[in-house]
């Protein structure tokens, strides 16, 4: 890109001075001047909300019309286009020329263009002609390549900015739909599988480049920023559910020419990592991190841990990994530690409060001839030395109860809290202004996933799926801005010439200032 800009320095542009804003802005008075005297006479709340809705779409259209004036200056210049061809050419792309082509462009506001455009095409290397192409069906040559409006971040038939809408609003909504009329209500009418191929497309980029990064990390090729530095840190780890759409591969074919498809339960990993205070509360200013993935929990992991190495999360003073009793999150705590380096003395594990109290409220019912009153005395006692951390005198009362029960399942539920002995010091833990409660995990699982992904008659295929938690987490998180500047930038490599990447945003952080400096 700055070869490019060296490259135009000093050349004449085809269109001089500001005519072309002069013809806008005249045509923009000229609108409202029609509508003035209508707009003046106005007396009530609905007729100021229409005057506010054309003016709207009046500055709309007008924004429209210098992007597209813009536009076909900067793809028409010859220079831009030999540049970006060489630079797709050396980055291995194979190219073959093939004429120009009419795209249609869409902008922010709505408005389609047509820009006259060079298509590139993937060579046929092969010696003999292939086969004729079917009605509707692409060659081995595939779509075409256009490198000036891919340098320009222009794909799927809209720019950048109207990409990142449709995939802010299809994200947002809670369902497919409103997500169609909040789009429509600002002047952005592309239509039902236009916009969903557009979400779609941009959710599985940021995915791909998301597990790119997530390698770079590993192998030592993406820079990271001490964020993390000196802070208290809490990681909460937990799973929800949805629902997939599987195509059946066999059985009779349906009207439609499909045979249907099973919809079987799968559950998301997802983490959280935020900062407390030294008085246990979370810190506003730190961003938290929300993430996660359909695939196994190894690559939950492998995603967690690339994340607190670009955060700096050896340099926290404390990292709290708090979760429900899941052998899948706690076996491989140590190993995500000895990844990214975390001192074994700054590490913390905590198993959730409420899960380990709702695991006794579970042992109790169990003791089925006892009445609700004896219920709730063992329940509270039996809280009261989960708490102090006296395990021991726990899974006693544990094994009692199911000796005067006559229910020997009772017995094998002591298990649970020995195994968590270690992770059960509730009482010292909140002294230490320590969280001891998932809320944090379990309400970004709310917000991430059930109120956007699970639902009756939502089924998904796990491509759609996985882009939508990756987005719906960014958007959760704050920093969802941060992953449409990332993933644009990361997307084109071959032209970009930024000096790292992160999906995070974490070039624009610094690090904390030392004693010394403060001093001074």
């Not at 009605?135 to 799927?156: C, D, F, H, N, T």
């Not at 030592?220 to 759409?245: C, E, F, H, T, Y």
């Not at 005395?377 to 094994?399: F, M, N, P, S, V």
Request: proline content about 4%.
């Amino acid at each position: 890109m700055i070869s490019y800009i060296k490259a135009r320095e000093g050349l004449e542009m085809e269109r001089t001075g500001l005519a072309f804003l002069e013809d806008i802005f005249s045509t923009v008075e000229e609108a409202v001047r029609e509508r003035l005297s209508v707009w003046l006479q106005m007396a009530s709340a609905e007729e100021f909300r229409q005057m506010e809705q054309e003016m709207a779409g009046v500055m709309r259209q007008a924004a429209d019309e210098v992007t597209a004036a813009v536009l076909e200056q900067v793809t028409g210049d010859s220079t831009f286009e030999a540049l970006t061809v060489a630079a797709a050419l050396s980055s291995g792309r194979p190219m073959r020329r093939s004429g120009r082509r009419e795209v249609k462009v869409t902008l922010l506001g709505g408005t389609t263009i047509t820009l006259r455009q060079q298509q590139y095409v993937k060579p046929d290397l092969s010696s003999r002609p292939g086969p004729r192409r079917k009605p509707g069906k692409r060659g081995k040559s595939g779509v075409g390549y256009y490198p000036v409006l891919a340098a320009l971040g222009i794909e799927w038939g809209v720019t950048p900015a109207l990409a990142a809408e449709v995939a802010r609003q299809v994200t947002a909504s809670e369902a497919f739909r409103p997500a169609l009329e909040a789009l429509k209500s600002r002047g952005i009418d592309l239509g039902y599988k236009p916009t969903l191929r557009i979400a779609s497309a941009f959710g599985q980029r940021a995915v791909r480049l998301r597990n790119e990064w997530v390698d770079e990390v590993h192998s030592g090729r993406a820079r990271s920023a001490p964020v993390l530095r000196g802070k208290r840190v809490v990681v909460g780890i937990d799973g929800g559910r949805v629902r997939m759409r599987v195509p059946k591969r066999r059985g009779r074919r349906r009207k439609n020419g499909h045979r249907g498809f099973d919809t079987p339960w799968r559950e998301p990993k997802l983490f959280v990592v935020y900062v407390i205070n030294e008085r246990g509360e979370i810190e506003s200013t730190c961003r938290p991190v929300y993430d996660g993935t359909l695939d196994d929990s190894d690559a939950m992991f492998r995603t967690l841990a690339a994340y607190l190495k670009a955060l700096g999360a050896a340099e926290a003073s404390e990292v709290i990994f708090l979760a429900d009793g899941a052998a899948w999150i706690w076996n491989r705590i140590s190993a995500l530690a000895a990844e990214v380096g975390i001192p074994a003395a700054h590490i913390v594990e905590i198993v959730d409060w409420y899960h380990a109290v709702e695991y006794l409220g579970e042992t109790a019912k169990q003791a089925g001839h006892w009445t609700e009153r004896q219920r709730a005395d063992w329940l509270k006692e039996a809280k009261t030395l989960l708490y102090q951390g006296r395990i021991d005198d726990l899974a006693a009362a544990i094994c009692a109860l199911a000796v005067a029960s006559g229910v020997e399942d009772i017995a094998d539920r002591a298990g649970y809290f020995t195994a968590h002995r270690d992770r059960m010091s509730y009482k010292a833990h909140k002294r230490k202004r320590r969280p001891v409660g998932s809320g944090a995990a379990e309400s970004t699982i709310r917000r991430v996933i059930n109120l956007r992904l699970k639902g009756n008659s939502k089924f998904w295929r796990e491509e759609n799926a996985e882009g939508m938690l990756l987005l719906r987490s960014y958007l959760k998180a704050g920093r969802f801005d941060d992953l449409v500047a990332w993933s644009s930038s990361a997307g084109k490599k071959w032209w970009e010439s930024l000096a790292w990447q992160d999906p995070l945003g974490l070039d624009a952080v610094t690090d904390p200032p030392t004693q010394s400096e403060k001093a001074a």
